[in-house]
């Protein structure tokens, strides 16, 4: 069972709840991350069931004082379509900086030192699909279909949601 704390930056700009599943080891890529989960805001009143979404690049999402690239404001736009009726968890991966381009890459590569790299794109995905959804699946109430996961990106983060909605 996970660990969810609620999130306690201070200060920060994040609307709504959001929560720390704290040091998430990765068997796939060997390493530690903290991951956050935004709470739609019917979510402690009610017993729904929710889709989720999975993004990359949790830094650049919610909170504007620890994005390295303008925040994303995620959860401003998830508490606006909440209040149209159009609720989802999100589960957001921090990338691991310089790790980044690595993880997000399934492919090998070249790279800005002239060296050939093999991406690490698959086991990233693996850790998401075999790791993070089933515990989070497990500890909250989510619509664990795939018609009801996505997994969303940009740049590099578009590239491995791609891979990841096709593989």
């Known amino acids: 069972m996970i660990a969810l704390q609620p999130y306690s930056s201070t200060p920060n700009t994040v609307v709504g709840d ?9 068997a796939q890529l060997d390493n530690r991350r903290d991951i956050f989960v935004w709470l739609p805001p019917s979510y402690e009143q009610s017993e729904r069931r929710y889709p989720v979404l999975y993004m990359h690049d949790a830094q650049n999402l919610f909170d504007r004082h620890v994005s390295y690239a ?18 989802a968890i999100v589960v957001a991966l921090p990338n691991m900086r310089e790790r980044r381009g690595l993880e997000y890459c399934p492919y090998p590569f070249v790279n800005h030192e002239g060296v050939a790299v093999v991406g690490q794109g698959d ?15 497990s500890a909250l109430r989510t619509r664990p279909q795939a018609p009801c996961t996505g997994i969303i990106g940009s ?7 791609l891979y990841a909605a096709l593989a």
């Open 18 to 26: 959001l929560r720390v599943w704290q040091d998430v080891y990765s």
């Open 70 to 87: 303008g925040e994303w404001e995620v959860d401003e736009v998830m508490t606006a379509l909440a209040s149209e009726g159009l609720e």
């Open 123 to 137: 086991a990233y995905v693996r850790f998401i699909f075999e790791t993070v959804k089933p515990a989070i699946d």
């Open 155 to 161: 740049s590099m983060g578009g590239l491995i949601s």
